[in-house]
């Protein structure tokens, strides 16, 4: 993915409470400019405020302490803190910043993004259109050959080129992904529903899961169909223990 080149910081940044506690700390400065750095990483992945080298090597605090040039205690004194403060979590694909599209114009990259679509879709569109035609002049063909008796294994051999062509179109197609939940945060395609539909009993629950937490969260995943299979069932599962626990409890 193609990283942005600008980040966005605003001039009433030091007055959010959270920048004003963590300058008030140990090593305040060294927190403020590694948080700002990590804006900066974000910017360069350009994922929705995610931080990684590639999407299977997330950041360690390792890697973060010898580009930041920062010592190992104090980078991880910053993370914990960054964490504590909710300004940043991570998952199985790396870190992300919880509100990074406050340093981002999100509008200008969507409309970007479908601008983009939109060029595809018409290449695609005159593309079909193409093979549609020729199809029409083969056709035409076939009736002039069919007209001077021309050998029937030819006209088949032409015919095979036709649903050929077909054939391509119908595999450039992707499959669409449903919007699912009470806020339509869930993205799947028919065939990924049917398979969480077979695999787990309370599928319903856990789209529900997905779609509140999205909603609550502004998480962002390139498969909502691997993250209800990788994570959610176990929350779920967790959350269900919970519950439990404390049932049992009252009654006591």
Partial sequence: ??????IKITTDMFDDEKIKIIQVMPEGDALLVIWIKLII?????ND??????SNNIPYTDEMLSVIMNKPLNIIQLAMNTFIKLGMIES???????????????????????????????????KQKEKLLINDSNENVMLQVMESNAIDKNRI???KNRIDYKEE?????????KHKLGTYKNVLLTDEELQSLKRDYDNCDELIKYLDEYIEMKGYKAKSHYLCIKKW?????????????????????
């Fill in 48 to 53: 929705g405020g995610y931080i990684y080298i």
């Fill in 156 to 158: 088949d051999k032409n």
């Fill in 1 to 6: 993915m193609t990283s942005v080149k600008w």
């Fill in 168 to 176: 391509i179109i119908k595999e450039e197609s992707k499959p669409v």
């Fill in 232 to 252: 959610v069932v176990k929350a779920v599962k967790q959350n269900c223990k919970k519950t439990d626990i404390d049932w049992n409890s009252e009654d006591e």
């Fill in 91 to 125: 998952d199985e694909n790396g870190i992300y910043l919880v509100n990074f599209e406050k340093h981002q114009s999100l509008d200008k990259l969507e409309k970007m993004k479908e601008q983009n679509r939109l060029r595809v879709a018409k290449f695609r569109a």
């Fill in 41 to 45: 990483l974000a910017g360069k992945t």
